[in-house]
């Protein structure tokens, strides 16, 4: 009996958890379970936030209830006459003065964080040799995809975001064709890539995305860019720093060696003109210079990658399936389509497998 | 010669209703009109919705996704929100102040035509097969590059329309400062005055700067200016900040008639004075001023830096201290008094709970470093719904109920309005509370679907469910409004028993001079006090029965308009045929004629005599005896 209880107890233990864990969404988007500084900074203004709301909404429920349920004309019967009450100067005063001090707490710690989350002074900042002291990563925002530039390390990615943990990492954001918006909830808000200026800011990635279900934090466009606003989705790998050096490393040397998985689709991948948008080598863009195939997303690491066209199962049938019809997997976005007259069924088996086996990572 | 019962052809009529100066005439075809793009943008919502229901649903394309969302968010702001609470302001203000009409019945009438035809230009749209598809909020580097003639609808159709809001605005301000009957001094209005008064005054000045942005849109998009294009020095954040000095006073203009509705039916239905009158006069007014002060909370994540957005930040908070004045004050009006739960008193119940979620949450978007996460997320879309929805939607039905029989002379059923109640209140949170956790949860607003598994699919669900239920609310509402006019049950002078304001002292409705004799006013709730008094007209009379002066109705407020809907298709083809400038030249040109008609002819008016007067009032008084 004792023992059954015990379950009871337990059990409800865990529903009460899940149920508040399923309250929070899931670990590699919500903004509720942040997994770097400036995400819980954000977390934990909206509980203050919330603390007070909630307060107040606790005040007016309350007298409201009671109103509604005490000075009722079924009660109080049909020719009663209430009093014509003008006003109370003392009640009046106290709710504009409560809510002015509560407002004026709740805008200081507003404040303090506006300054601290937009605090890029240490951006280009070098060390005694003249080293850059911080990653930057410059972040262009196209129809519908992202491109990821690491200036300082000479190389370039797309559609995947790959950041060292536990150091403020600071990025460039602007846009090459219509404005966008760059987001990842789980680390922090988001800051516009704008088409006329570029935008500054940082995050902090503090958990490893390895432990995640898809292993990869998701990001995502929050700006109203056209009708695949909804597939604008990119990923984020965060790495400690010694592997994303050896990432770095391995990304700096995919202008000598390239993995070339199947050698027809090689040939299929440049004859057919891929190779004129996309480029294999991760170098193809140094120090902002565009270098040929930089138009489409950079392909060096494709095969690391955890979406196809940033929101699609990663495999070789999705692969095709977008490489055959674009505009249906993605309306209006600018790559062209490939039917079996322009590349064949073998030939694309071919270049699925070449692709896919582009890679930098040991896997 | 009496007009009250005569009996004429469908021809006449639609003449009539079409050359009409009558605020009252006016005020029912804005209500009618708002109400019909009300259904439409509310149709939109359901397609959108349904889209929604489940990932990567297939129920509309993604291009015609956005035409829904833009079209939904305009509609409901321009068309539907709008129009309606200027339904009540033209059919309630002149009779709360004690007026005959209106300052100026030809500009009134012209921004009906104005706001109609605008309405009707943008929603051909569909027609045309080319839609708005940049959001309500139409930012440049989107529209700019949006394809087909979605975005000059857009431009043209909201230019007319808004012109036409910004007559009516200024005409307000006119009525309500000169037009006040004796002893109405500004602290004896009606809070619904009140508030239509700062709303108007905020139309003064929020407008221009749409029509300047429009006017840019416009002209980079059909007369190759260069105003947003980066490329060519223009550029993109100035459309922001001028689409948002206009748009967040715009949310203003809505909620503070809303808030006037609420004032007057809280007051009536608990039968007791407005709770600190002067404070609520006061917090509507400082609403107001700092309504024009916080533009850039919307763009907290453009990148204006820090000190911009801390300064607009507390700005915006500051706001919360006003609001929450009303919010206590209308508690305070219910506490001691004697409160009967009628449908406009329900929705006034409603709506507490419903704002104070609505304005927490803007608290919280509010604070910058927070909005960088909700900005843009469903939680967005959750906030606006709630002040919006729960604010002003709530009012308009509301207000709906509770003037219905002043407009039309006849009651909406009361049970059929509760029922209207329970699916459209249930229906609004479910929808939207939920909301809130999908922006939480990282689910960006305007995306067209979504994948599954990151969390949102029932969330989804049940946010569907929950419009389907304000839709039934809706077409409840529909019938009962058909039924009552079918059934056609004439009400007296104050069908609620508890009417405090001054059009509840004259018939329902009112004979087209309003008040055969002008009113006198003692102080606030003018009605009330009188009938305290003793006098159970509940009215006081300021001067002996006299002969009346009236305006003549006008069909030039409609050529007017109708030039400049020609006109707007002229511009629009202008670059692709041949017809295009002429008939842009030529819509033009037929609404300076009747500009010119109008100031060449002058509008003498004319006189209804005392014994006109006499004898309709006489009619009425049977009609209320039988």
């Known amino acids: ?363 | 010669m009496s007009s009250v019962a005569q009996k004429k052809g469908f021809g006449a009529a639609v003449w009539d209703w079409m050359t009409t100066v009558d605020h009252k005439k006016i005020g029912i075809l804005y209500l009618l009109g708002g109400a019909f793009f009300f259904v439409l943008g509310g149709i939109e919502a359901l397609f959108i919705r349904w889209q929604l229901l489940t990932p990567q649903n297939d129920f509309v394309t993604a291009g015609m996704f956005n035409d829904l969302i833009t079209m939904h968010g305009t509609t409901m702001i321009f068309l539907a929100a709008m129009p309606i609470l200027f339904g009540f302001m033209n059919a309630i203000v002149p009779l709360q102040i004690g007026a005959r009409d209106v300052a100026f019945p030809f500009i009134n009438s012209l921004g009906f035509w104005m706001f109609m035809l605008g309405g009707i230009f943008l929603n051909l749209s569909w027609l045309f097969g080319e839609v708005p598809d940049a959001g309500w909020t139409s930012y440049a580097s989107l529209s700019l590059v949006s394809p087909g003639h979605g975005i000059d609808f857009y431009a043209l159709g909201l230019q007319i329309a808004g012109a036409g809001t910004l007559m009516a605005g200024i005409n307000f301000l006119v009525t309500i400062i000169n037009m006040r009957a004796p002893g109405m001094t500004y602290m004896r209005m009606p809070l619904f005055t009140w508030t239509t008064f700062i709303a108007s005054a905020m139309i003064l000045f929020a407008f221009p700067p749409l029509t300047v942005g429009l006017f840019f849109l416009t002209f980079d998009r059909m007369f190759g200016g260069q105003f947003f294009n980066h490329l060519m020095g223009g550029n993109t954040i100035i459309w922001e900040h001028i689409f948002w000095i206009f748009g967040h006073p715009e949310v203003y203009i809505l909620i503070l008639p809303a808030f006037g509705i609420f004032s007057e039916i809280f007051s009536t239905f608990a039968r007791k004075r407005l709770f600190g009158y002067p404070s609520m006069v006061f917090a509507t007014v400082l609403i107001g001023f700092l309504g024009f002060m916080v533009w850039a909370h919307h763009m907290f994540t453009v990148g204006l830096g820090p000190t911009a957005n801390a300064i607009f930040a507390v700005a915006t908070m500051a706001i919360a201290v006003p609001t929450g004045v009303k919010i206590f004050n209308w508690l305070l009006t219910m506490w001691g008094g004697s409160i009967k739960v009628t449908t406009p008193m329900l929705y006034a119940l409603g709506f507490i709970p419903s704002f104070v979620m609505g304005g927490v949450t803007g608290v919280m978007q509010g604070s910058a470093p927070l909005d960088y996460q909700l900005h843009d997320s469903y939680f967005i879309v959750a906030h606006f719904h709630y002040v919006i929805v729960g604010g002003v939607v709530l009012a308009i039905l509301a207000g709906t109920h509770y003037w219905w029989p002043k407009m039309f002379g006849t009651m909406l059923n009361e049970t059929l309005g509760k029922i209207t109640f329970v699916f459209f209140f249930i229906g609004f949170h479910m929808t939207f509370l939920i909301q809130h956790w999908l922006g939480f949860w990282g689910m960006p607003r305007r995306v067209w679907t979504y994948m599954p598994n990151q969390g949102w699919d029932l969330a989804n669900m049940i946010s569907t469910i929950g419009a389907i239920s304000m839709g039934i609310g809706v077409i409840i509402l529909v019938f009962n409004a058909i039924m009552a006019t079918i059934k056609n049950e004439r009400v007296g002078n104050d069908p609620w028993g508890d009417g405090r304001t001054l059009e509840w002292a004259i018939p329902s409705p009112p004979p087209f001079y309003n008040f055969p004799q002008t009113p006198l006013v003692r102080g606030l709730d003018s009605v009330w006090l009188e009938k305290m008094d003793g006098n159970e007209s509940g009215f006081l009379p300021a001067e002996p029965v006299k002969d009346i002066h009236m305006p003549y109705g006008s069909i030039l407020p409609f050529i007017m308009t109708l030039g400049l809907f020609i006109a707007g298709f002229g511009a629009m083809f202008r670059l692709e045929h041949a017809w295009g400038l002429p008939v842009l030249v030529g819509g033009l040109v037929v609404t300076f004629f009747a500009m010119a008609a109008r100031s060449v002819r002058d509008d003498l008016g004319f006189y209804v005599t005392k014994e006109e007067v006499l004898q309709t009032e006489k009619e009425i008084a049977q009609r209320g005896h039988n």
């Open chain 1, 1 to 363: 009996m004792k023992k059954g209880l015990k379950k009871w107890r337990l059990f409800s233990l865990l529903t009460v958890l899940a149920i508040f864990l399923a309250g929070c969404g899931q670990e590699e988007i919500s903004t509720l379970m942040p997994a770097g500084q400036v995400g819980r900074d954000q977390f934990n203004l909206l509980m203050i936030a919330a603390a007070i709301m909630l307060s107040v909404i606790f005040v007016v429920v309350t007298i409201y209830t009671i109103a509604l349920v005490k000075f009722r004309r079924s009660k109080l019967g049909e020719d009663h006459i209430p009093e014509q009450t003008e006003g109370s100067h003392f009640l009046e005063m106290v709710w504009t003065v409560i809510p002015i001090i509560l407002v004026l707490i709740f805008a200081v710690v507003t404040v303090y964080y506006t300054y601290k989350l937009g605090d890029v002074s240490a951006m280009g900042a070098t060390d005694e040799e003249g080293n850059p002291e911080n990653l930057v990563v410059d972040v262009t925002a196209k129809l519908y995809w992202w491109e990821f530039e690491y200036k300082d390390l000479g190389i370039i990615t797309a559609q995947e975001l790959v950041v060292p943990t536990d150091e403020k990492v600071y990025f460039n954001l602007i846009a090459a064709d219509v404005k966008h918006s760059f987001w990842i909830p789980a680390v922090g808000g988001k800051l516009d890539t704008n088409v006329e200026n570029v935008n500054k800011f940082y995050l902090v990635f503090e958990k490893e995305s390895k432990d995640l279900r898809d292993g990869v934090f998701y990001g995502k466009c929050a700006e109203l860019c056209g009708p695949s606003h909804a597939l604008m989705d990119f990923k984020v790998k965060s790495l400690p720093r010694a592997e994303f050096d050896e990432w770095v490393v391995a990304m700096q040397n995919t202008a000598d060696e390239k993995p070339v998985a199947n050698q027809k689709g090689e040939e299929v991948f440049v004859q057919s003109g891929c190779i004129g948008c996309h480029a294999t080598d991760a170098t193809a863009v140094q120090g902002g210079v565009k270098q040929s195939g930089t138009q489409g997303p950079n392909l060096a690491t494709f095969g690391d990658r955890n979406r196809v066209a940033g929101f699609m199962p990663h495999d070789a049938e999705n692969l095709e399936d977008w490489i055959r019809d674009t505009q249906k997997n993605k309306p209006g976005n600018k790559m062209p389509s490939y039917g079996e007259d322009q590349i064949s069924n073998d030939e694309m088996d071919a270049l699925v497998e070449y692709l896919m086996g582009l890679k930098v990572e040991e896997k």
